[in-house]
């Protein structure tokens, strides 16, 4: 019977390469990837089609945002629980592993390639908190770490597995020239939570709002966020972009507004906002709008279903910098 064996794939090099070495033994290999509003399968997918690997793609929000809110090794340098994560993701694959008959799961993770996800120690503690640890292979390092339940049945052969560590991308590279693999993205990057300003406002979502909504975690990747005073927040779209895709999270109940014939922000306070922080909203509006500098503006205002337009001065550059999230 063929072995089969599920690989936690990110669509990066090392993740590439791992599915080689394990195919090189014939081994059959499903890929599986996470998604969450903080990072998607986009690159995993395309590297995915690129070397011809069949690929699940299974949306975790829910028990990655539960996780996020306390994680327990805590975050790295911004709101990235890499640990816990990790964990998260080898728990989800473990369990497609049980459902679909496979025999291990394996990663693309170096030994000491990153400070701190990929030390000995925190690869050690993904694997046994997954509940899956004796089924991880990590096929680049494999021969620096211990050995694993496929590799002592002689499903794996450990001897055709790699001793690979640090930093350095050499090897990896000369491997993709010898497999013929010529097209693979950047390593890292993608994930918003390792993004600072991203993580600011995310703290800010968590500690001043913990009903929250999965609306409330996109509306954070989209225009400048204000708080003026409320609990309430406003959002102020920065270009073009910003502007189509707060649109498309506007909900009833939320007030909305932009300038009245001239180019400038889309404007959400979303959930209302009391006449204060309305007022505020349509000063800002009027000051990242194309309206001349220090002169009034008209602003139409969308609220509880009705429109109007009114006129506002904008507001002053230092009340914007102490609201800004
Ligand atoms: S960088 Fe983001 S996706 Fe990667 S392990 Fe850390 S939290 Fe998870």
Redesign the pocket.
């Known amino acids: 019977m063929t072995t089969k064996a599920i690989s936690l794939f990110s669509g990066g090099l090392d993740s590439i390469l791992a599915v080689k070495v394990i195919q090189d033994q014939g081994i059959s290999v499903q890929g599986v990837t996470f998604e969450t509003p ?2 998607n399968a986009r690159k995993a997918r395309e590297t995915a089609r690129h070397i011809q690997l069949p690929l699940l793609v299974v949306d975790i929000t829910d028990s990655h945002l539960a996780m996020l809110k306390a994680p327990r090794y805590g975050y ?1 340098k911004n709101m ?3 640990i816990d ?2 964990t998260l993701m080898l728990s989800g694959a473990g369990k497609i592993m049980e459902d679909t008959g496979a025999d291990f799961l394996f990663t693309g993770e170096v030994l000491g390639q990153r400070p701190m ?1 990929q030390t000995r120690q925190s690869l050690y503690i993904v694997a046994k908190n997954s509940g899956y640890a004796d089924y991880i292979i990590r096929p680049l390092s494999a021969q620096l770490l211990a050995e694993t339940r496929p590799e002592q049945e002689g499903k794996v052969n450990r001897q055709q597995l790699l001793a690979l560590q640090g930093r350095g991308r050499k090897v990896q590279m000369a491997m993709a020239i010898t497999y013929g693999v010529h097209y693979y993205p950047p390593p890292a990057g993608g ?1 918003l ?2 993004d600072p300003m991203f993580s600011r406002r995310l703290k800010d979502l968590f500690s001043r709002d913990p009903n929250h909504a999965i609306r409330d975690v996109e509306l954070l990747k989209y225009g400048r966020h204000f708080r003026s005073g409320e609990s309430v927040k406003i959002i102020v779209g920065r270009n073009q972009k910003d502007n189509e895709a707060l649109q498309k999270l506007i909900r009833d109940g939320d007030t909305v507004m932009s300038m009245n014939q001239l180019p400038g922000p889309l404007v959400m306070i979303p959930g209302g906002g009391n006449e204060e922080v309305v007022k505020n909203a349509a000063r800002l509006c009027v000051l990242y709008s194309d309206a001349p500098e220090n002169e009034e503006g008209i602003v139409n205002i969308t609220r509880t279903g009705q429109s109007h337009l009114a006129s506002f001065s904008p507001a002053n550059r230092s009340d914007a910098a102490e609201w800004i999230i």
Do not use: R
Request: charged content about 0%.
């Open positions: 903080f990072f790295g990235n629980p890499c994560c990790h996800s994930c939570l390792t």
